[in-house]
């Protein structure tokens, strides 16, 4: 008879039968949640909206201070995310020249600096395009603005930067595709030359939106090669919600996993298009099949190192903080089922085709409730077991509320 279980089973002389084994299974979850960090992005505690206006919120942070300070609360109580994502133009607008004041909250608060985002779109000179612009002024003013970031960067010892190009047209015929290519590869290149050790070029794609017709890197083809084009430092950077509906995205993955080319991973989830939803909120079961890529990957090969995940949400209805911890622990209980899936029994029915017991092995694992295995590593690891529930009893979004509501009733809700 067929379990999903596999080596978490354990024969049971009696009746012939096997049973699950609790310590192969607790061990199995702990091991894979010791290694799982995901970063958070600092514009995810700011206020955001929808394209026809924002949505303030009392306890939305406003200043770069504030988002630190919200990145470490989430850290103090998930223990998950030592990094926080930075955006040149929200977090930095003097650009280098902020380093000193990133590294001293760095010190203050515990939270390193993670990956560097270049500003591409929100600037009247890009109305165009940034690196792929017509006009030879107005790429070298964004190429340079890479470079800035590559050396903002080095400064803070980030390894990241992460590039998502917005560039694009409207209409057919408006724009050469084949120069803007040309274009876009040189300025890679020249980035890519820019790199110290230990940093990465991320290269992120998205088939529509801000622009409609066509956007200049619309899909993992066009950054691959232009990853491969600017040299072995750049990677394809993945972002859930920047595909077609229907698209396999954890065929994508095993491709690029293939061909040692993911360099990493933005993660949210939608309905319809770029929807910057909690992670696992609509689809589980998609986060769960491109966590068995990644696990496949660590299993068959032991020096594979994970590639660099990070959360790309914006949450306007929700609370920020909650939200953000809630999509944690979202990725840890779907990346802890990914990890109960045997590997080697499931390659055995895999290659004798015994399809529906594959299939078997294969969702059993996403079935299981790991919720409080998740919640007994997060105690052996000194945190509460219930991240959510800590907040709540921490008052922290009470105290942020009282000291920010003033500041934020103060912010325009508009985008006139
Ligand atoms: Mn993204």
Not at 57 to 62: M, Y
């Given at each position: 008879m067929f379990h999903w279980c596999g080596d978490l089973c354990t024969s049971d002389s009696v009746d012939n039968e096997e049973t699950v084994n609790p310590e192969a299974i607790r061990s199995r979850i702990f091991a894979a949640l010791d290694s799982f960090h995901i970063e958070i992005p600092s514009w995810g505690f700011a206020n955001t909206g929808t394209r026809f206006g924002k949505f303030i919120?009392?306890?939305?942070?406003?200043t770069i201070e504030e988002k630190f300070a919200d990145a470490a609360e989430v850290n103090r109580l998930t223990g998950a995310t030592p990094t926080v994502a930075l955006h040149v133009l929200w977090d930095m607008p003097n650009g280098i020249a902020d380093v000193p004041a990133i590294e001293a909250l760095v010190k203050a608060t515990g939270v390193r600096a993670g990956s560097i985002n270049p500003n591409m779109f929100q600037e009247a000179d890009y109305k165009f395009g940034s690196l792929c612009n017509p006009s030879a002024e107005v790429r070298s003013k964004a190429t340079q603005h890479m470079l800035d970031s590559v050396a903002i960067g080095k400064a803070l010892g980030s390894a990241e930067v992460s590039l998502w190009l917005s560039d694009g047209s409207n209409y057919p015929g408006t724009q050469s595709m084949r120069r803007r290519i040309g274009w876009l590869q040189e300025a890679l290149q020249t980035t890519h030359d820019a790199l110290a050790p230990g940093q990465t070029l991320l290269v992120e794609y998205k088939p529509f939106e801000p622009a409609f017709y066509h956007t200049d890197i619309g899909d993992w083809g066009m950054a691959l090669e232009l990853a491969r084009g600017a040299g072995p430092h750049a990677k394809v950077l993945v972002d859930t919600g920047h595909h077609f509906l229907g698209t396999n995205i954890e065929q994508i993955v095993a491709w690029l996993l293939q061909v040692g080319a993911l360099g990493g991973f933005h993660f949210n989830d939608r309905k319809y298009a770029d929807d910057d939803l909690t992670l696992g909120s609509i689809d589980p079961y998609q986060i769960f099949r491109i966590f068995h890529e990644l696990l496949y990957q660590q299993h068959s090969s032991s020096d594979a190192a994970l590639p660099a995940f990070m959360i790309d949400q914006s949450h306007n209805l929700k609370g920020k903080v909650e939200a953000m911890i809630q999509t944690v622990m979202t990725a840890q209980e779907l990346y802890a089922k990914a990890a109960l899936i045997d590997q080697e029994q499931l390659a055995e029915l895999q290659d004798s085709c015994r399809l529906v017991e594959a299939e078997e092995c294969f969702r059993g694992a996403f079935w299981q409730d790991v919720r409080p295995l998740v919640g007994e590593w997060r105690e052996a690891r000194g945190l509460a077991a219930s991240p959510l529930e800590a907040l709540r009893q921490s008052g922290y979004v009470e105290q942020i509320t009282t000291e920010r509501k003033d500041k934020n009733a103060r912010a325009g809700s508009s985008y006139a």
């Open positions: 919120q009392s306890a939305a942070a406003t």
